[in-house]
């Protein structure tokens, strides 16, 4: 396991047929806006802050076409063959987790358009708190209690009710506990972690990650997603590069990696080339400035800073002024260190950060030049922003 791994688990459900919708796939190969359910959940994903082991859990006879829509949209991540219910996906989930991981999200591909932000926000209250964390919306409608013949026999205090959605989140440990201590089969993981004695919190849900469900619910999704393409936008292409020799403190950090085996790059921050032309190139195609302007030398916040940081600052700075990363590309020009065997991790970590896909090359100079002495390194990136 590399010093990188990721210690945040996503696991997907996405094996259920979803009958209720009327569909002829399953629920989370159904398209909203062009693009399946599966994709939209991977895509909020991939717009958390840090890097995460992703896992989609999907029916055995989708298995390889899964796993190409992953590759493309999602490099490392994995596509593992569910069970015949929920409960038995996520175990199937639960079996294929890296030994890194500490905490658990789980997440239903049917609320595909769930925020990025709350898959933040319930990661860190199960780092605050220690315990299980669940998103969950008051309850708005009176709620009445019934009996066989449909007779109301009581009013519920809807104070005391939430209604709750996904994902849910967990320490690893104790998830993996419930799930092997389970007996009976439920359609909710805090139930399980419940049962066997662990408190799970409520953090504020988002009304966006509703379910689909219905074929209503697929008639709101198209209508968000018709409201958010709606308007005039307007493509814009910026390119950015940047320079670092080797002889920095400590180890290398490149394109979003740790090298522990190789020489620091010198630098005000960690030196990271690839996400500081990452960063001129957003910030070029957006029309906000530069690294230099935005991200001074002479800031003490960004002394040492990792890459990841400058990063997620420009995405944040980007959405903001309602500007869409659409994809980025970067040429990594060097002798070292040998970056082909970690290619997919670094494009993986990145379109992560972004919540864009993140492709990137590498060269040499078939030693020439000051890179190919080994002296330092350079990174070109191209990237595509869409202004409305």
Do not use: C
Not at 3 to 12: E, F, G, H, K
Not at 351 to 367: C, E, N, Q
């Amino acid at each position: 396991m590399s010093a990188s791994s990721p210690r945040v688990a996503v696991i997907v459900v996405a094996a259920g047929s979803g009958t209720r919708l009327g569909a002829a796939v399953p629920k989370a190969f159904v398209t909203a806006g062009g693009r399946t359910l599966l994709e939209h959940a991977v895509h909020a994903v991939n717009g958390m802050r840090q890097a995460v082991q992703l896992i989609a859990v999907v029916p055995a006879d989708r298995l390889d076409d899964s796993q190409s829509l992953l590759d493309s949209v999602s490099p490392g991540a994995r596509a593992v063959t569910g069970g015949v219910t929920r409960q038995a996906s996520v175990a199937a989930g639960l079996a294929s987790l890296e030994d890194a991981i500490d905490v658990v999200l789980v997440h239903d591909a049917a609320r595909a358009f769930t925020p990025s932000s709350l898959f933040d926000e319930v990661v860190a209250s199960v780092d605050v708190s220690g315990e299980g964390a669940v998103p969950g919306l008051p309850v708005s409608d009176t709620v009445k209690r019934t009996d066989a013949d449909s007779r109301i026999t009581a009013t519920v205090d809807r104070s005391e009710l939430v209604a709750v959605q996904t994902p849910q989140g967990f320490p690893r440990d104790r998830l993996v506990a419930a799930y092997a201590a389970a007996t009976e089969d439920v359609t909710d993981d805090a139930a399980l972690v419940a049962a066997i004695g662990h408190p799970v919190r409520i953090v504020a849900g988002d009304p966006l990650a509703f379910k689909v469900t219905t074929p209503a619910d697929l008639a709101r999704a198209e209508q968000l997603l018709g409201a958010a393409d709606a308007g005039p936008s307007v493509p814009r292409i910026g390119l950015g590069t940047d320079t670092h020799a080797f002889g920095g403190d400590g180890d290398l950090w490149l394109a979003g990696l740790h090298w522990p085996e190789e020489r620091g790059l010198a630098g005000h921050s960690d030196g990271d080339a690839v996400a500081h032309a990452i960063v001129d190139a957003l910030l070029s195609a957006a029309g906000l400035g530069d690294i230099g302007s935005v991200f001074g030398t002479d800031d003490p916040r960004f002394a040492d800073a990792r890459g990841e940081v400058f990063l997620t600052a420009t995405r944040e700075r980007l959405a903001g002024a309602g500007i869409r990363i659409g994809n980025v590309s970067v040429q990594l020009i060097g002798n070292r260190p040998r970056f082909s065997p970690r290619r997919a991790e670094a494009e993986g970590v990145l379109s992560g950060i972004l919540g864009a896909p993140v492709s990137i090359s590498a060269t040499t100079t078939d030693g020439l030049g000051f890179t190919g002495r080994g002296e330092g390194v350079t990174a070109i990136a191209t990237a595509l922003v869409v202004v409305r």
